[in-house]
């Protein structure tokens, strides 16, 4: 008799036979996750731009915001699998989510605000607006702050950027919620309630590990010193920013300073640190991360988060 073993293969099939089984991938894509039925973000969103503003200034503040939050949640997303504990790698990652979707909304705003953005793609390409300016820019091209894109140091590192990075956030999008653009503000409605955890996370673990161990103080106190340098170009007023402002669909974030300044001064006094005397890391020329000028840490991260995109521009994922 012939007792060949059945073939496993066959018997347990594969991981991907669900999913032809039930999908004909010649005319219903809708099993993959790139370019094809996601749904417009915006869908069902009234995006015209008000009379009195102009879109070329609202979709480069809207690149600026979204920008910042890309970057971030990359940042943020690198711990996965190497924080301290599950939980953290969890809280981590979520935050890391929560700022992903900001960054879509608001990319997406920005090319509905003005097309001309947009990197052209190849004819053909089914990459959505928001992810051909993820996906396709160079870092001249991005307008987020420096202080999101440096690489990320030790968790104290993390911890302290995330506090000074969600604590002005938090500042200019519970500003940001009465814009004149229902958009933005619809987006940032929802990014407060978001941006509240995020520093209050933060906030909670810089005096965690402020009053810890003699190690974990001397991280946390070689992190803010390292981080802080980063932190008023958060503060600083791009001429976008002021035009917008002036028209009440965005927020200078000169005017969130003394907010700012009063948070950090309470968790810092609550952990016995001392604010940091040093001063702003300089631009070239005036030119900073909003300007498009960046450390070469935006390269390398870019280089990492595009190139399969880029390898295949009218792919389907």
Known sequence: MNHSSPD???QQGSAYDGLLEHHDVAGDASQWA?????????????????DDVDPAALATYCLM????????????GEWCSRAP??????ALANTALDLLGQARLLLA?????????????PAGSPVPAEDALAFFRGPGD???VRLVEVPNGDFAHTVVRLLLFATVRLALLTRLSGSRDPVLSAIAVKGVKELTY???YAGRWFLTLAQGTEESRRRLLTALDEVWPLHPELLATHPV???VAAVGVGVDPAEVREEVDAVLAQVLTASDVERPERGALAGVRGRTGRHGLHTEALSLLLAEMQVVAREHPVGQW
């Open 8 to 10: 496993p293969g066959h």
């Open 34 to 50: 790139f370019g094809t039925d996601f749904e417009d973000p915006l869908a069902g969103v009234d995006t015209t731009v008000p």
């Open 65 to 76: 915001l979204g920008d910042d939050a890309l970057v971030m949640s990359h940042r943020l």
């Open 85 to 90: 504990d599950l939980e953290e790698d969890i």
């Open 109 to 121: 705003r920005a090319a509905a605000a003005d097309a001309s953005v947009v990197p052209v793609l």
């Open 142 to 144: 991005y307008r987020n």
């Open 198 to 200: 995020h520093r209050d």
């Open 241 to 243: 920013e002021a035009a």
